[in-house]
């Protein structure tokens, strides 16, 4: 029903940047909340950040001050900008939405495909 399409991940140095964008595609359906997750090599994935319909966020105690989570409603579109990148963020990132199909009130969950963030030290 919906697909997630990530891009942005890559190979960049400490203190350096990126940024993530996670595309969604479908027919018939709301967007609720989207978030982006990343789990390191032998590591439980973990949530970095969240944001609600209406632009409210919510980010991991590591990223804050670090990492920007945002939303286009109109691309359905949700972007990670990460700023002063350290080594430990190295990881392959997850972008996550929250959705229902317009027919009903059934909450739906779909996943991307995963980037791979490496930063160098």
């Known amino acids: 029903q919906v697909q997630l399409v990530e891009s942005g991940g890559g190979l960049v140095q400490a203190g350096g940047s990126l940024k993530l964008s996670c595309a969604a595609s479908g027919s018939s359906f709301g967007l609720n909340a989207m978030g982006w997750y990343r789990q390191a090599p032998g590591k439980q994935r973990e949530l970095v950040a969240t944001?609600?319909?209406?632009?409210?966020?919510n980010y991991a105690d590591s990223v804050k001050e670090r990492f920007t989570i945002s939303r286009d409603n109109a691309k359905n579109t949700v972007y990670l900008q990460m700023d002063s990148l350290k080594p430990e963020d190295t990881a392959v990132y997850y972008c996550r939405v929250d959705y229902s199909r317009l027919s009903n009130t059934l909450a739906l969950v779909a996943w991307g495909q995963g980037t791979l963030v490496t930063v160098s030290s």
């Open positions: 944001i609600t319909n209406v632009g409210s966020t």
